[in-house]
């Protein structure tokens, strides 16, 4: 089984600042991971993955995060964030299959840019 | 780039009634997936579908139903609907060995 935990729920941050999203995850199986953001009535995107290979990636808009197999986590940080950052953040963890799409959702984290 | 379509964006239904959900996946992706969101809450997987055949099956209620059709697109059957349904749908698409692509999603409520 996995399961996926998003530490904080709301994240309100100045503008320019910059900001951590923090995720735990767990998994008994290969681990692939996901952030996607998600704005009011819109669907999710994605931001960025790590299937293999490098522990930070990087994604969209700034973003990047660090898979940290030791501490089961993947923590998505941006150096300065824009008003238009407001938004929900997903992060997942992907399950087996022929691809990535069945996927365990963390609770969310908000994400408020104040000017 | 095309993106994966669902239709109709928003549909209000009473309760027990019927609704059916559309979903026109990305071109050449073979799997499709079903997810539910209630209000303030995360996705929940409900379903998917690979080369037209069901894959995988989660938190989907009985009185649902979905089916992946020859030209790839999906629907989603919701029966004898209740004031919980209500929800907003996702549609997403993969192909081999990559991340799934969301739809805008349906906004089904019940009244």
């Known amino acids: 089984a996995q399961s996926v935990t998003q530490l904080d729920s709301q994240v309100p941050v100045f503008e320019e600042a910059p900001v951590e999203l923090r995720c735990n995850y767990s998994?008994?199986?290969?681990?692939?991971l996901f952030w996607y953001v998600q704005y009011p009535n819109q669907g999710l995107q994605l931001l960025l993955k790590?299937?293999?290979?490098?522990?930070l990636v990087k994604g969209i808009n700034g973003f990047e995060a660090e898979f940290n197999k030791s501490q089961t986590s993947f923590h998505l940080r941006k150096p300065s964030v824009h008003i238009s950052d407001t938004a929900e953040y997903f992060c997942?963890?992907?399950?087996?299959?022929?691809?990535?799409?069945?996927?365990?959702f963390g609770q969310g984290t908000i994400l408020t840019v104040h000017p | 780039a095309a993106g994966v379509i669902q239709s109709p964006r928003h549909l209000i239904k009473e309760k027990r009634e019927t609704a059916t959900l559309k979903c026109y996946p990305i071109?050449?992706?073979?799997?499709v997936y079903w997810y539910q969101q209630g209000p303030g809450q995360d996705p929940q997987f409900l379903i998917s579908?690979?080369?037209?055949?069901?894959?995988d099956k989660g938190s989907i209620p009985d009185r649902f139903s979905a089916q992946q059709f020859s030209d790839y697109h999906s629907e989603l059957n919701m029966s004898s609907l209740e004031l919980g349904d209500s929800a907003l749908y996702f549609c997403?698409?993969?192909?081999?060995?990559?991340?799934?692509?969301f739809g805008q999603g349906t906004r089904l409520t019940v009244v």
């Open positions: 071109p050449r992706h073979d799997t």
């Open positions: 579908f690979y080369e037209k055949m069901q894959s």
């Open positions: 997403a698409s993969a192909e081999a060995r990559t991340e799934a692509f």
């Open positions: 997942a963890v992907a399950s087996g299959g022929t691809s990535y799409g069945k996927l365990t």
């Open positions: 998994s008994s199986v290969s681990v692939y």
């Open positions: 790590y299937l293999s290979g490098s522990t």
